[in-house]
């Protein structure tokens, strides 16, 4: 048997996403990633859901590398279990920091990582915030991790909360303006199914489109001079979509600093 790389403690839906991108890019294979939770009916289920090792607390506590995916207020619960001082840690958990980790599991070789919802589909946007501490093995290895379901960025951690209003929540934003597309095709004369699949396909195609182009140069090449797009986009602009998109981002922000302090 290989030996285990990474101990998995949780694997809800973003943990498990993360599991499964690694072993659909063959970043790991399965018996070098160990899994962990304290419910031995549900440790089972995770292992045989996901073909990886089962790890009882002994094998865990020995672990030389641990993405904690755990609910944050799971934590506490969690932190005495997989202390060590020679282990890296990782946590996608939300709103506890990389310093409070390092302290309840008595190492600093943390790393924050906050992938979204994207991951999936292995077209996470995930930010990356290693301690000083962390050996350049344990920032490889998350950036494996992470890029096995869509692109890193490195964030400083003080910006998290910012990457959460953007890339965390963006995600709901979007599918407003998909659904209000929708709705205005269905308003023209369009039936809802047809509506529903055009607006997804305008997004799919303008995220492929953006790939290579500013947004300010799309809009420029789709609203011609006295065309149907630039009418469209004067209605936006005297209904401040932009105004209300830039207070949607800033206000997640602030939720998710809120969010910190309540969990801090």
């Given amino acids: 048997m290989s030996t285990i790389r990474l101990a998995i403690v949780g694997a809800g839906k973003m943990g498990g996403a993360v599991l499964q991108g690694a072993l659909r890019a063959e970043a790991l294979t399965a018996d070098e990633i160990g899994i962990y939770h304290p419910d031995p009916r549900r440790l089972a289920e995770l292992s045989e859901r996901y073909g990886v090792v089962a790890l009882d607390d002994d094998a865990l506590h020995h672990a ?62 995930t930010a990356l915030a290693p301690l000083p501490e962390a ?65 997804r396909q305008v997004l799919l195609a303008t995220a492929r489109l953006l790939e290579a182009k500013r947004p300010s140069e799309l809009k420029d090449e789709v609203a011609s001079a006295g065309g149907t797009a630039i009418a469209g986009v004067r209605a936006l602009e005297r209904h401040r979509l932009r105004f209300a998109l830039m207070d949607a981002v800033e206000q997640a922000a602030e939720r998710a600093s809120a969010l910190s302090r309540e969990d801090g």
């Fill in 64 to 125: 030389e590398r641990v993405l904690l995916s755990v609910k944050p207020q799971s934590f506490d619960s969690v932190a005495p279990l997989v202390a060590q001082r020679n282990a890296s840690f990782v946590s996608i958990m939300a709103g506890v920091t990389a310093r409070t980790i390092a302290r309840r599991v008595g190492s600093q070789r943390v790393i924050r990582a906050m992938p979204n919802l994207g991951a999936s589909l292995g077209a996470s946007a």
């Fill in 135 to 199: 050996t350049a093995e344990d920032v490889a290895m998350a950036r494996t991790l992470f890029g096995a379901v869509g692109r890193v960025y490195d964030v400083r951690e003080e910006l998290f909360d910012a990457f959460t209003g953007l890339a965390g929540s963006g995600p709901a934003f979007v599918a407003v303006v998909a659904e209000a597309l929708a709705d205005g095709g269905v308003r023209s004369g369009l039936d809802r199914d047809t509506s529903r699949d055009l607006a």
